[in-house]
């Protein structure tokens, strides 16, 4: 059997850089283990920060260290190694900015050759959560309350700044989330509970994103589904997020010990059943395709669950809750791998 030649893409122009390193060698392994060895040939080719793509012998450094190269090969942003043109299907696991929200998908459509993920509508919404949020209320997903700022409006004169705060408050009830409305990873949110935190967090936040989200927090317990499929997707059981710091932020999620994963979750029957019917509605809504996780809250008190986001290129480490998701509903890595690859070759 001919093997296919699978480029695994990684690394790239984002914050989460380092996320993308200790995913991508996650996937190198389940490529090379069980029936996949026989199945693919893995070409892998890192972005480098400056956004340089580089497939020298360097990069399997990269992969056996987990570590970015720190004196990077020279060359031109957009030159390709001349590799790229053996490649039969892209497997991108490039997480944050210019990974995941349909930049590098456009890319990868324009070279026509088949890729793991949703394309660029679904990768963008997906990383646009104003627009994902906008999306989900035509579907008739419940969400918390929230309001769309403008960085022009955080960075004004003072006045401005005031009414903005005022009209918060006025809005919604404390304790708020702020958010940068395309960043991954928790990067850039605060939780505020009065006017002084509000104004730092919406300063922070306007640093990152021109456009920003501020939430009304709930006191929820936070689950996670994963979707896999193209037009007839499938939901995994659910997982629960435990923790002991404020809320799950950036070094919460990326720090070993500091989350604890419970899958399946311990909830009833029903509450799991409308959880999974709701992730595939939520991956369904954004045009998504291959792969997703969805993430909600379920408010234990009043048995309401509010949809949170949609991640269309999770975590994709052995420990990481998506793969984690599927292993306890019966497919392993390597099967996960593999359905990922011919799923995007059946949608192209």
Same mark, same amino acid.
Request: aromatic residues 8%; proline residues 5%; hydrophobic residues 40%.
């Given at each position: 059997?001919?093997?296919?030649t699978v480029g ?5 122009v ?6 993308s390193?200790?995913?991508?060698r ?5 490529l ?6 026989s ?5 892998p ?21 987990g ?11 957009w ?11 892209w497997?991108?696991?490039l997480?944050g900015p210019n ?14 050759v088949?890729? &793991?993920?949703? @394309? $660029?509508l /679904?990768?963008? *919404?997906?990383?646009?959560?104003l ?5 989900? !209320?035509?579907a008739?997903?419940?969400q918390?309350k ?17 009414k ?6 006025e809005t919604?009830?404390y ?9 991954g ?17 919406l ?9 920003l989200? &501020?939430?009304? @927090? $709930?006191? /929820?317990r936070? *689950? ?10 499938? !939901?995994?059981?659910v997982?629960e997020?435990?923790y ?29 059943t ?18 997703g996780?969805?993430?909600?809250f ?16 999770? @975590? ?5 809750m ?15 791998v ?8 059946g949608?192209a």
């Open positions: 059997m001919t093997k296919r695994l893409l990684f690394g790239g984002s914050g989460e850089h380092e996320v390193i200790s995913s991508a996650a996937i190198a392994n389940a090379c283990a069980d029936e996949n060895a199945k693919y040939e893995v070409v080719v890192y972005i480098q920060k400056n956004g340089i793509w580089t497939a020298v012998e360097t990069i399997a450094q990269v992969l056996d260290s570590t970015p190269l720190e004196s990077a090969p020279s060359g031109n942003v030159q390709f190694p001349a590799v790229v043109s053996e490649v039969d299907v497997f991108p696991i997480h990974g995941e929200d349909g930049t590098v998908q456009g890319l990868l459509k324009l070279m026509g088949p890729f &793991v993920g949703s @394309g $660029v /679904g990768s963008a *919404v997906g990383m646009d959560k627009v994902m949020k906008t999306v989900y !209320a035509q008739g997903l419940p918390v929230y309001m769309e700022v403008l960085r022009s409006q955080v960075w004004s004169d003072p006045c401005v700044f005031t903005l705060c005022d009209q918060i408050e919604l009830n304790p708020y989330f702020v958010k940068p409305a395309n960043l990873s928790s990067v850039g949110i605060a939780k505020v509970r009065s006017r002084s935190e509000l104004e730092a967090a300063d922070k936040a306007a640093s990152y994103d021109r456009r989200i &501020v939430e009304e @927090g $709930v006191v /929820g936070e *689950v996670e589904c994963a979707v896999l499929g193209n037009d007839h997707p499938k !939901a995994s059981v997982g997020i435990t002991e710091s404020d809320f799950y932020d950036y070094e919460t999620k990326y720090t070993q010990g500091q989350a604890d994963l419970l899958i399946p979750a311990p909830l009833p029957t029903d509450v799991i409308q959880i999974q019917e709701m992730a595939i509605q939520a991956f369904t809504a954004v045009d998504g395709a291959g792969l996780r969805v993430d909600f379920y408010v234990e008190a009043t048995r309401e669950i509010f949809i949170n986001e949609i991640n269309t290129l999770p @975590g994709f480490t052995a420990t990481s998506y793969p984690q998701l599927w292993a306890a509903t019966g497919v392993s890595f390597p099967e996960l593999d359905q990922l690859i011919q799923l995007a070759i949608r």
